[in-house]
């Protein structure tokens, strides 16, 4: 799966840490996210999309190679 | 404590309190370990009374650790708790095949004494391992 955590991040110029932070993750599972070596469980997405005021859509694409 | 927006405690208060119960439930666990394996012996002289009464006390603080470990693992974020559940599964594997194995060293005359609770040392030191091999390929920079 693909994703634009790292770009909304930098856009806002939030950490790792404060990204994890207002997630209630670990900052490494932040980084797991951001380099796409998990993917995250739904409730954990939509957190995500909640927190960017985005659709969850515009922040996760399926990419079967990722 | 710090509470997050939600009214909840976030996530390093949760581990660190679920980690000190974990502790003490261990450190109960091993203490009474100790009286079982020692006791009869040392201190009442294998009176079958005390003795009984040491292994419901055995057996009611491992219960205590287990559900202490279990709260351990809820209380983590859901990428420690995957890594903590799939070097379990490792460890159960692992386990079970040298179980099998060391369990026919003493019949084939390899070893002249084995002990069950050596696999113990086994499922320790496979579980350490997998969890830290297992999240250093999911966390490396």
Same mark, same amino acid.
């Given at each position: ?30 980084? !797991? @996210? ?9 409730? &954990? ?5 909640? &927190?960017?005021?985005?659709? @969850?859509?515009? @922040? ?5 190679? !990722? | ?30 203490? =009474?370990?100790? #009286? ?19 292994? #419901? ?9 287990? #559900?202490?470990?279990?709260? /351990? ?9 995957? =890594? /903590? ?28 004494? =084995? ?7 086994? =499922? ?6 997998? #969890? ?10």
């Amino acid at each position: 799966m693909k994703n634009k955590l790292k770009v909304l991040r930098a856009e806002r110029n939030w950490t790792q840490a404060d990204l994890a932070s207002a997630l209630d993750v670990t900052r490494q599972t932040v980084n !797991a @996210i951001e380099k796409g070596k998990y993917d995250p469980s739904l409730p &954990l997405a939509f957190k995500v999309a909640a &927190l960017f005021a985005m659709p @969850i859509e515009q @922040i996760f694409s399926y990419a079967e190679d !990722a | 404590m710090s509470r997050n927006e939600n009214g909840s405690t976030d996530l390093n208060t949760r581990i660190n309190q679920s980690s000190v119960r974990l502790f003490l439930g261990t450190m109960g666990w091993v203490a =009474t370990t100790a #009286v079982l394996a020692f006791g009869p012996k040392l201190w009442w002289e294998f009176d079958p009374s005390v003795t009984l009464i040491a292994i #419901v006390l055995n057996l009611i603080t491992g219960a205590i650790m287990l #559900v202490a470990q279990y709260r /351990h693992l809820m209380s983590m974020d859901e990428l420690q708790k995957q =890594t /903590h559940l799939e070097a379990m599964a490792i460890t159960l594997g692992v386990t079970a095949i040298v179980t099998v194995t060391y369990g026919n060293l003493e019949p084939a005359g390899v070893l002249a004494d =084995t002990r069950p609770t050596n696999i113990l040392f086994v =499922t320790g030191i496979t579980y350490i391992v997998a #969890v830290i091999v297992l999240w250093m390929r999911r966390t490396s920079e």
